[in-house]
């Protein structure tokens, strides 16, 4: 199956000329106050002390941590008579209420490998919501992977896959059905994923906001059906002396433990006992990023070149000399445009640190806003002084969520900038000025603004801030010259920011040239971890009923106990309720009702009943047959005497 192909992602985009309309709308630019600094300055001198702490530790040659090959699953030996359990699923069950979402894909590998297989994946919506494994059926035989991603190996031919994700606090994801063909060719097999019931439609919801498309069909704005298809194998030299410092990667054998004299490079063998864990924690985030890309419309390649910009995928990579934080880099000011354009946002940190929240967030006093900004900023960073290595990593996937809408907002920012009219300068001449009005009037020179130099401001306006981009804009806007990444670049005042942004920009082009795809060498080589011992698990043999329930209403008026002609009662609701809290409601045609129980469970509870009349009829549903419930009302007694 071909991945990262944009014919067959159906993205949805609000399609308008590429012309922009304005009017004046005048964008409030207020000072933001001063960085909160509660909440913060505790987790700093805790980050700092216990960052040197580690560095110096795993420094000394006793250094003896493990590090995992990517992509792989370590699983302990096979299991004896004493082993621990595999995990009990209960299919009978019905799902349990949850905000919780559990994902689970299947992946094929390209080109021509030895032996022929397929990577199941999975993971939940809530990263710090315990463990995630994975169970179906591959044709008929059983398998689970107690964890993800795990490899099951295939005969040639086809193979049907029915499959679905689990977790240990009782969340089921939805089922997965795909085909998979195993062909021989020459040099070994080629997998193919015929088909699979997948399927997202995705929302460019920066392009809706501009109401600009992306005419040029580029690639590096793509939305992808999978996580794995943003999946990279890029060197990143910091990241890689993050893992030697803390000692994740353990290069001990190494001249001076793999990195330079001055701690702040990899040498070119610690560079190598990094790779493995380098690949696999560049990619830990792609499913987060996937979401973002889902629910909030952020291109996927453009959120995780921004994670590797601003951090190389190290959660702790703190500036505090900045106040900026986390895989992101955000500071408060960043914080802020989000919380202005967030209300849910605003609401979710308020309650954390005011007891008032009924007043929106531009009506607060600004130290205040500064609270709820510390508080934001402070959930975005993962240095965890008692978490291993230091990091908390659940934290740092979560805050991926945080930095997509971050993002989002900033597009929205950009909107407005661009939207915002412009008073010319009063000492030009009177035609001039008249000519700038009325250019300006209608939002400036915003014709040749392409898709391209919108992604471009709105990563100046993440990076450097909004105010020192609306000067540029204006800028240009007061020139008469057309609002192009070229004429708004020359004018940024701020201190690299074009720099940033063109540095952004070359990263994004080159995305799909570090695309990754496990090889057929990587998966032999960890094959005798990887690979889950597929012992089908016990499951009890699920039955589904064809039983129907008849339910007939009638007036017994010859008090004979039979119904007869012109007795029956028409429209009468009926309520069928069962013990898995199922309802269903019908009104009675000639004085029947049929309930078709096809589907449902035999032997759960059902109750038959008239809403208000307090009659009913409780039973086990049968396996097949007809269940007759009858209620008979008596014709009420006549009086004899006249009063």
Request: proline letters at 7%; glycine letters at 6%.
């Amino acid at each position: 199956m071909e991945t990262g192909n944009k014919s067959i992602i159906q993205t949805v985009k609000k399609m308008r000329p590429n012309k922009r309309h304005s009017s004046f709308i005048t964008l409030l630019i207020v000072a933001v106050g001063l960085p909160a600094l509660i909440g913060i300055l505790a987790v700093q001198a805790k980050a700092n002390a216990y960052q040197l702490e580690t560095v110096i530790s795993n420094l000394q040659p006793a250094s003896t941590s493990t590090w995992t090959p990517t992509f792989t699953q370590t699983n302990p030996a096979p299991p004896s008579a004493t082993s621990t359990s595999l995990p009990v699923i209960d299919l009978t069950a019905p799902p349990i209420a949850s905000s919780l979402t559990l994902y689970a894909f299947i992946q094929a590998p390209t080109g021509t490998v030895a032996r022929p297989y397929v990577i199941l994946t999975a993971f939940a919506s809530i990263p710090r919501s315990g463990s995630v494994f994975i169970s179906g059926l591959a044709d008929s035989q059983e398998f689970i992977c107690t964890a993800t991603p795990c490899v099951i190996y295939l005969q040639p031919g086809s193979t049907r896959f029915v499959f679905r994700a689990y977790s240990d606090t009782g969340e089921t994801g939805d089922e997965v059905i795909a085909s998979v063909r195993v062909s021989q060719v020459e040099n070994g097999y080629l997998v193919t994923i015929e088909s699979v019931s997948q399927f997202t439609v995705f929302t460019d919801s920066c392009s809706l906001t501009w109401g600009v498309d992306n005419e040029e069909n580029v690639t590096w704005d793509d939305f992808v059906q999978f996580p794995y298809q943003i999946n990279t194998r890029k060197t990143l030299h910091y990241l890689a002396t993050q893992l030697l410092l803390t000692g994740i990667v353990d290069a001990s054998d190494c001249p001076a433990g793999g990195l330079s004299i001055g701690l702040d490079w990899p040498t070119g063998c610690g560079l190598e006992r990094a790779t493995s864990k380098m690949i696999e924690w560049q990619n830990q985030y792609d499913d987060y990023i996937w979401l973002v890309s889902r629910d909030d419309g952020i291109p996927p390649k453009i959120l995780k070149t921004l994670l590797e910009v601003e951090s190389q995928f190290w959660p702790g990579n703190q500036r505090f000399y900045l106040d900026e934080y986390g895989l992101g880099q955000v500071n408060q000011l960043g914080m802020d445009v989000l919380l202005r354009r967030d209300p849910a946002l605003y609401q979710k940190f308020c309650a954390t640190v005011l007891s008032d929240c009924t007043r929106p967030y531009l009506s607060l006093e600004p130290a205040q806003q500064a609270m709820i900004r510390g508080a934001v900023v402070s959930s975005m960073d993962a240095v965890c002084p008692t978490c291993p290595n230091g990091l908390d990593l659940n934290e740092a996937k979560e805050s991926v969520l945080l930095i997509g809408k971050l993002l989002e907002a900033n597009c929205q920012q950009v909107e407005a900038i661009l939207s915002q009219a412009i008073i010319p300068d009063p000492d030009v001449d009177a035609a001039t000025a008249t000519a700038a009005v009325a250019t300006l009037a209608a939002g400036g020179n915003t014709g040749n603004t392409t898709y391209e130099d919108l992604w471009r401001f709105t990563l100046s306006s993440y990076h450097n801030g909004s105010s020192c981009l609306q000067d540029a804009v204006q800028a240009v806007k007061r020139a008469r010259l057309p609002i192009t990444w070229e004429n708004v670049s020359q004018e940024l005042t701020c201190r690299g920011g074009a720099d940033y942004v063109d540095g952004f920009m070359s990263n994004l082009f080159s995305f799909d040239l570090y695309l990754y795809e496990p090889s057929d060498a990587d998966i032999l080589i960890t094959q005798a971890t990887i690979v889950p011992t597929r012992t089908p698990a016990p499951t009890p043999t699920v039955f589904i009923s064809s039983a129907q329930v008849r339910v007939q209403v009638f007036m017994d008026r010859n008090a004979n106990n039979l119904p007869e002609e012109g007795e029956w009662i028409d429209a009468m609701t009926v309520q069928l309720t069962t013990s898995t809290n199922d309802q269903i409601t019908q009104r009675t045609q000639n004085g029947i009702a049929i309930f078709d129980m096809s589907g449902f469970t035999p032997g759960i509870g059902i109750t038959v009943s008239l809403p208000g009349l307090y009659r009913s009829e409780s039973f086990e549903l049968p396996e097949q047959g007809e269940v007759t419930v009858t209620f008979m009302f008596e014709q009420p007694p006549l009086p004899t005497v006249l009063p």
